[in-house]
Every structure is written in C-alpha cells, then in structure tokens.
C-alpha cells in the first residue's frame, strides 16, 4: 500500500501532467484543492489490485469537458459530493474503491478528493494508463464492455443519468451533457465489480505517474525529440474539445504539434515523428513544467518529450481505437497534413 501525502502531492501533479500528453486537465487546477483536503483530513490510501476486496465496487471518477473551460470555471466541491451521493443512492450497502478514469492531467487528482473526504482508498490503477480524450477511448469499452451508463454531474450540483446502447452513443451523450453544463462537469462511467479489474484496468498508474514525478531534470523514459519556441498556437472549442495547433521553431527545424485536449501528432519540417498513442509533452525549458495544451503560450521555449504508453496501448486491436486516422488527420505521400 501507498499513500498520497501533502510531501508526494508535488510528485502525482508533475508525473500526471507528463502522461497527461497534453489532456486531461492542468493537475495545478485542484492541487491547492487537494492539499487543503490532506491537511483537513490526513493521507489517502492507495491499494493494489492483490490488496482490495474483490467483492467492492470500483468507481471511476474523472472531468469532462474542455480543459480552457476549467482554469475559467474551477471544479468545486458541489460537482463531486452530489454525484458520489448519487453512487451511493443506485449502489446502496456496496463497498467503494475509487479510481481515475484516467492517470493523465487533473483527473489524476479527481478520485482523491471523494477518497479524502470519504476516507475511502484509491486503487492504483486507471482505464488508460496516459490521457486521451473520449470515454470510448477506455480499456473497458475496446475489451467490449456491455455497460453504457454514466452519472455526470454540473457545478451547481445538477446530476444526470445517461444511458446508451453503444460507447459511441454514450460518448455523444456525455459530450452533449457536459456542453450544456458549460464544458466543465464530473464524471464516473465504467464501473465495475473488483473481481473484474483483469478485464478492465491499466495497473500502477499512480505509482507510474508518482515516479515520474521524482524529478523535473531526469525523467525516467522519456526521450527529448525536439526543441525550440512556440510561435504560434491556434486555440478553438469544438463539440466540448479543444482542438488546434502549436508551431516550435528552432534554427534547423519547424515542429507541429496537432491535439484535440491531447497532443496527437507531432511532425518536423511536415514528417511525422510522433503519433498517438504515444505520450507527447512539451516541457517549458526554464521551469521543466510540463505544458498542458490550454496552457500553450507564444514565445515560451519548450523541449518536445515522448514516454512509451501502457503495452495496452501497443497492441494493434488497441491502437486503431486511437489512431491518427479516428481523430481526423492524414498525412500522404510528401508528409503534408490534412484534416
């Protein structure tokens, strides 16, 4: 067993924004947040999958939404309080163990806030092992998970059942609810009895994204594939995501980086370099912060870093779920983009 502490607090925000790529959140949005919560009500259990009872419920919390939208409209307490006390009303009498959907960005941080509040555990886990932006984007829904329900829930404390008839229906719905609560809105889907986690979950996420975190100087398994400054970023909300574009440029090369919440594609001078499902980041070479895509400014000098994905993530059933083709672009025979 580990925990999370207000020392390791540092350590989770750093590793989740790496396998973030981009997406999922600042984790700097909740991590004030977060250490108020550790100071009130102590350390957070985090279990493995040999230590937890195989007779509880696993409940996957996480943020939908734009990631721009949630530095204007900070997630509160409301959101996560009502839609766990909605859990516990269709779950009557269930043990809960609570995970992020995904490790990557904010919603690294989005379980331990019901975890602390409730003194309930986190297992060290998650449904993707990085950050990618739609719920059938998950491990359950490529392995065929029949289940096509969610629980959404507004900051003003609104909470809403969907239901579906396929993940795809259930990805359209979700992104449609959370529009209408303003981009910004708390989410668990997924869940599942623990005797069931083989099927479903990328094990050691945390302690992936804990490690990570030791140090800005050395990160451990990532490979620098470029370097330069931002001169120009194109920003623009579509259908809940943000989608666009950011232009490196060092003296030899011109790097694009193409995302849609997360870093997708990264070419130089129009060759493709990296591509989903690899972990793209960029770190701003002063701070060694790693820069989330709504965070991309003109005139920062950044490093361009991949990490290898979760083996999930390298199989070919698993990543033709998330290749370039699914989220729009190609590239043809000259390396020109199109989208």
Not at 16 to 41: I, W
Not at 49 to 59: F, G, I, Q, R, S
């Amino acid at each position: 067993m580990n925990i999370l502490t207000i020392k390791n607090l540092d350590q989770l925000c750093y590793g989740a924004a790496l396998l973030g790529s981009g997406g999922g959140g600042d984790p700097d949005v909740l991590k004030d947040y977060m250490h108020y919560l550790l100071n009130l009500h102590g350390p957070v259990k985090i279990i493995t999958t040999t230590e937890m009872e195989l007779d509880a419920l696993v409940v996957p919390i996480a943020l939908i939404g734009a990631p721009l939208i949630s530095i204007e409209r900070i997630p509160n307490a409301k959101m996560f309080i009502n839609l766990f006390d909605k859990i516990q009303s269709v779950f009557a009498n269930k043990k809960i163990i609570l995970m992020p959907v995904e490790i990557g960005g904010c919603n690294a941080m989005t379980p331990f806030i019901l975890a602390s509040m409730y003194s309930l555990p986190v297992l060290d886990a998650d449904l993707i092992g990085r950050a990618f932006p739609k719920i059938n984007m998950c491990k359950p829904a490529i392995m065929g998970m029949t289940q096509q329900t969610a629980f959404i829930a507004s900051a003003l404390g609104e909470v809403v059942c969907i239901e579906a008839e396929t993940m795809a229906e259930l990805e359209d719905k979700a992104r449609t609810v959370a529009t209408a609560f303003g981009c910004s809105a708390a989410i668990t889907t997924f869940i599942f009895e623990a005797n069931q986690y083989k099927n479903y979950v990328i094990e050691g996420s945390i302690s992936r994204a804990l490690e990570l975190g030791q140090s800005s100087q050395h990160i451990e398994g990532a490979s620098i594939i470029g370097t330069g400054i931002i001169t120009d970023v194109h920003h623009a909300i579509e259908n809940g995501f943000l989608k666009g574009y950011v232009k490196i440029c060092s003296k030899q090369h011109e790097f694009m980086v193409f995302f849609q919440n997360e870093y997708l594609l990264v070419t130089k001078s129009n060759q493709k370099i990296a591509e989903s499902p690899t972990i793209i980041s960029l770190i701003e070479s002063r701070s060694r912060k790693a820069i989330t895509s709504e965070s991309l400014r003109f005139g920062l000098q950044v490093d361009l870093v991949t990490l290898i994905p979760p083996d999930f993530w390298l199989t070919p059933k698993a990543s033709s779920q998330v290749s370039l083709r699914v989220f729009g672009y190609e590239l043809n025979d000259a390396g020109l983009l199109y989208v």
